[in-house]
């Protein structure tokens, strides 16, 4: 319409209420991550080990069958140590997986300059941050404590209350672990996301930092004779920590208390990278 007839007026429609407008970049990258065939092989390759557990769970409490197969039942023994396997399968698979989709979340948009595009709608940083990272956050659950809960309602409903009061804190250990590990795969990946903005290196760069990091780790400890390098190895650190949650017994060289603090220090130290990079301009000197 032409402007001089001034008969245009503004829009008053029903808005979007503010709490889920971030919900929009959620909703667009969800679909854009499973654009590539690739990774929905590799998120779908993540149910396997799963089910195989389910099936687990089903022969541990058929003694008959197993009878007839000739195999011992004191090999499918449905306990912490089966749960801690678990999550470290499918904490791997979560890793691999974030590999291949987290550094597509942010680099893109650093590439193409269209923060200031999102930062000029009623978008804030935080906003921003979170919309993105609940990508990461909910498929990762997808494949972490969501079938890990499933599993433990199986084994809870099939041994009957005295084996779930006795191993309830097992639920517990599964959200917590895997709450942890979707933290700072997240935050890494989006972190790196956010400073390199070419997806391949930043991919690279997160195998980098979990792989790499280990033999760093080792070479520090070998030179200095000390204990202090596990602090630069991630996977370690996590190790530590899951050993703690699910009662394992085997000896670390490092508190699970220092371990939770060093990841939490990993956190926000990605966190405070994502603050100083994801903003609506950036000066070049």
């Not at 399968?89 to 291949?100: D, R, S, W, Y």
């Not at 942010?106 to 940083?125: E, K, Q, T, V, W």
């Not at 972490?144 to 804190?169: K, N, R």
Request: net charge positive; proline share 3%; aromatic share 16%.
């Amino acid at each position: 319409m032409a402007v001089y007839r001034r008969t245009y007026t503004s829009y008053s429609g029903p808005l979007t209420p503010a709490w889920s407008r971030c919900l929009v970049l959620f909703r667009y990258s969800r679909r854009n991550l499973f654009r590539s065939k690739l990774q929905t092989a590799l998120f779908v390759l993540c149910f396997f080990y799963p089910l195989l557990c389910l099936l687990s769970i089903y022969l541990a409490h058929n003694l008959s069958f197993l009878e007839k197969l000739g195999a011992r039942t004191q090999l499918l023994s449905i306990d912490n140590k089966f749960f801690f396997y678990f999550m470290n399968v499918q904490g791997a698979l979560g890793f691999v997986l974030t590999a291949f989709t987290g550094p597509g979340l942010i680099s893109p948009d650093m590439a193409n300059g269209a923060l200031p595009l999102y930062f000029c709608r009623p978008f804030s940083r935080a906003e921003y941050v979170f919309g993105k990272a609940s990508v990461l956050t909910i498929v990762l659950s997808q494949i972490t404590w969501i079938p890990g809960l499933i599993l433990f309602a199986v084994q809870a409903s099939l041994a009957g209350p005295g084996w779930t009061s006795d191993h309830l804190w097992i639920a517990g250990s599964l959200i917590l672990s895997s709450f942890l590990w979707i933290a700072i795969l997240s935050l890494l990946a989006m972190a790196l996301s956010a400073w390199v903005k070419w997806r391949v290196v930043a991919g690279a760069l997160l195998l980098a930092v979990l792989f790499f990091g280990a033999g760093f780790a080792q070479a520090i400890n070998a030179v200095m004779r000390t204990q202090s390098g596990h602090f630069l190895d991630i996977v370690y650190l996590m190790a530590t920590v899951w050993n703690s949650l699910f009662r394992m017994d085997s000896e670390r060289a490092m508190s699970s208390a220092a371990a939770w603090i060093a990841l939490l220090v990993y956190c926000g130290i990605c966190l405070a990278l994502l603050v100083r990079k994801v903003r609506a301009y950036e000066v070049i000197k």
